[in-house]
């Protein structure tokens, strides 16, 4: 079950304002587009109408981290203004998508003149911040045979699209996923192998797609209790 949007949690009052404070332009963000830049300085905010976009911090020696997804009804952009600095991290457009721009005058404006929308861009920013929490958690502090699973199951609900073949996520290769997990390439691709191995992945029609077979299986693999380790042969001997 889907957790409730920033739009979703906006009265009617709340919403009018916001759309008439919006610039909304015809032309949409097209897939891969960058929306947000790291490090660039934060003037604007937006609102996503329709479509996708994916959240990814770029750190040192090039390695680049999957923080989140974010879609319909969501706002993107806004903690720059908030704290007055620099992108934190990069948003591109996963497909074609509509943004209403909000720039800082008139963000700050509807904050001034709305408490209510002023609460509940906090609201946001704070679940934002529990949700990096969860990820570094569940994702980053698995142990390694696991984190590839977790990742893969975080992917699939916030982007997958069903298909015949299963659940696609798009736009990311066996190079994204080991990049992201800190593991390589040639690691990451081993350990697609063996999810294809046990029914839970199947082939892809793309290199840069990966495909779903069997998400309740994938779950129980990614969060089932550790299996338990084989007794070691001194310890099958003192038993005799």
Known sequence: MRHKTFWDTLDGDERRAMEQAGR???????????????????????????????VLWHGENERT???????????????????????????????????????????????????GILRKVFMTVCTRLKESDHHRVVVAGAPARLRLGRLLLQLAEAEGESTSLGIEIRQVTQEDLGDWLGMGREAAGRRVRELQGLGLLGDAPTRSRIVVTDIEGLR??????EPEEPPSPTTADNGR
């Not at 720059?80 to 963000?107: C, H, M, Q, S």
């Not at 129980?220 to 209790?225: D, E, I, L, T, V």
Request: charged share 25%; aromatic share 8%; glycine share 10%.
């Open 220 to 225: 129980r693999h990614a969060f089932g209790p």
């Open 24 to 54: 909304t332009p015809r032309a949409p963000v097209e897939p891969g587009e960058t929306i947000f830049r790291q490090s660039d300085i934060a003037d604007r905010a937006a609102v996503i109408i329709s479509g996708a976009c994916r």
């Open 65 to 115: 981290t999957y923080l989140a997804s974010r879609r319909r009804g969501e706002l993107i952009g806004e903690m720059g203004l908030l704290d007055d600095g620099p992108r934190n991290a990069t948003v591109t457009a996963l497909k074609r998508t509509y943004i209403r721009w909000y720039g800082r005058e008139a963000f700050e404006g509807l904050l001034a003149e709305h408490p």
